[in-house]
């Protein structure tokens, strides 16, 4: 569980999360410019806020990861999640560095 204003601890996303975070792929191309055929999240923490935020880890390919922040906004607004940062050429090691 995460407390207001304060990113949670590094987490392993659960079958829900997964598809969640994997459903970002299209926002997260375009920030990224690119196309990938692996995207699978791996990692992820999350910060409460008028909404979510998700700094989340994806494999891209077999040794290459990426790291995007991701603004889920509260439902009643109807704006649709936007990425706010993201950082190519990590490692499965790398901590979040936004």
Known sequence: MSMAGGHSAMNEPDAEKKAQFEGFKAIVEAKANATYATFAAVKYTQQVVAG???????????????????????????????????????TADAEFAF
């Open 52 to 90: 979510m935020i998700y700094q989340v880890k994806y494999q891209v390919g077999d040794a290459e990861f990426v790291h995007a922040k991701v603004v889920v906004p509260l439902p009643h607004t109807g704006n649709p999640p936007e990425v706010m940062a993201f950082v190519g050429g990590q």
